[in-house]
């Protein structure tokens, strides 16, 4: 009887310890894949994306779409005139120019194309388009696909390329998205630092010259008062 009591207490043991261990375990994968759940949505925030872009040109006239964009970055777009008459599409002319003025894509009479290029400027990248023919006149339209930073690399080759697939590749995916979000933020913090200097020697610049008009207040203050002194002594008024 002792020994069948003791086996059944054991038994019970064992499976709070079961019980325990998979309730360990349930709240640790919980807590894993809020993680995950997290880190996608901030990836999802922060990363640059495909950006499509629908643009009316005008029949004359320059329209322009522009991004700020860090140094170092790869940049994809494609661009196409949406026509509904086959026969007659539409021509259009297509510049995209640095922060400093340099050309980098131009394009003249054209209805589709693509650009690519790595910046070496950090600033606002500015593509300009404007319509060269329109048979059937008015406004035309225009669809650009701009896409920056890990939203312009090409998976598909990575993945044939290092023979990944499946969870592996996603998990690549994510961890150039998490590279991209401490390349943003290294940028960001270099710019803030850039503005509060900028900040700092306008707000030195500001006192200073507030200091030397309110010299300059007195001086002209003081040299009014010795003039109307003298007047006043030449015409024996004092």
């Not at 894949?33 to 006239?61: H, R, Y």
């Not at 661009?79 to 510049?95: A, F, L, Q, R």
Request: charged residues 25%.
């Amino acid at each position: 009887m002792k020994h069948s009591r003791e086996r059944e207490r054991e038994r019970e043991r064992e499976r709070e310890r079961g019980f325990v261990m998979k309730g360990s375990a349930m709240v640790r994968g919980k807590v894993l894949l809020s993680i995950v759940v997290m880190v996608c949505f901030f990836c999802d925030v922060l990363v640059e994306k495909s950006q499509a872009i629908w643009l009316n040109l005008p029949a004359t006239g320059t329209k322009c779409v522009s991004e700020e964009i860090q140094h170092n970055v790869v940049v994809l777009a494609d661009y196409v005139v949406v026509s509904n008459y086959e026969s007659s599409i539409p021509t259009i002319s297509v510049k995209v120019t640095s922060p400093y003025g340099n050309i980098l894509h131009h394009k003249e009479n054209v209805t589709h194309g693509q650009f690519a290029f790595t910046t070496s400027e950090a600033g606002n990248h500015q593509a300009c388009l404007w319509v060269d023919s329109n048979p059937g006149g008015g406004e035309v339209s225009v669809i650009i696909d701009w896409r920056t930073g890990i939203a312009a690399k090409d998976w598909e080759s990575v993945a044939r390329k290092e023979k990944i697939q499946g969870v592996e590749l996603e998990l690549r995916k994510l961890q150039g998205s998490v590279e991209a979000i401490l390349i943003n933020m290294s940028y960001l913090k270099i710019r803030e630092a850039e503005m509060r200097t900028v900040t700092e020697r306008t707000n030195a610049r500001v006192a200073w010259f507030s200091i030397m008009s309110l010299g300059v207040c007195i001086t002209v203050s003081g040299l009014q008062l010795w003039h109307l002194k003298q007047f006043f002594k030449n015409k024996k008024l004092i």
